[in-house]
Nanobody, 126 residues
Framework: QVQLVESGGGLVQAGGSLRLSCAAS????????MGWFRQAPGKERELVAA????????YYADSVKGRFTISRDNAKNTVYLEMNSLKPEDTAVYYC???????????????????WGQGTQVTVSS
């Protein structure tokens, strides 16, 4: 069992930056991936960025490439999402998730993720 706790959300003006953190408790296996998802009102939950726990392979949604950076600290069982050049359309609840990657590009799929945090609100004002 894995528990995830996000922190770092808040209100920021367009063009600003925020850093989200996700602390994991429980056993994170080398086959796991960690992902950041977001869900805006009336929209489906979408994968923003993901990182594999052992190799550090990353994935970014096209909408955040060049602006967001995902990283992990294996010793601290923590994953981060550095968000720069924020836009109003980045406004959403951001969720951290973890799951076992069962095949090559599985870390890009929402159904890979079995464990979820409670979410943290990010609001970007124009």
């Amino acid at each position: 069992q894995v528990q995830l706790v996000e922190s770092g959300g808040g209100l920021v003006q367009a063009g600003g930056s925020l850093r989200l953190s996700c602390a994991a408790s429980g056993r994170i296996f080398s086959s796991y991936a960690m992902g950041w998802f977001r869900q805006a009102p009336g929209k489906e939950r979408e994968l923003v960025a993901a990182v594999t726990w052992s190799s550090g392979t990353t994935y970014y949604a096209d909408s955040v490439k060049g602006r967001f950076t995902i990283s992990r600290d294996n010793a601290k069982n923590t994953v981060y999402l550095e968000m720069n050049s924020l836009k109003p359309e980045d406004t959403a609840v951001y969720y951290c998730a973890a799951g076992q990657v069962r095949y090559g590009l599985g870390y890009r799929r929402i159904d890979t993720y079995d464990y979820w945090g409670q979410g943290t609100q990010v609001t970007v004002s124009s």
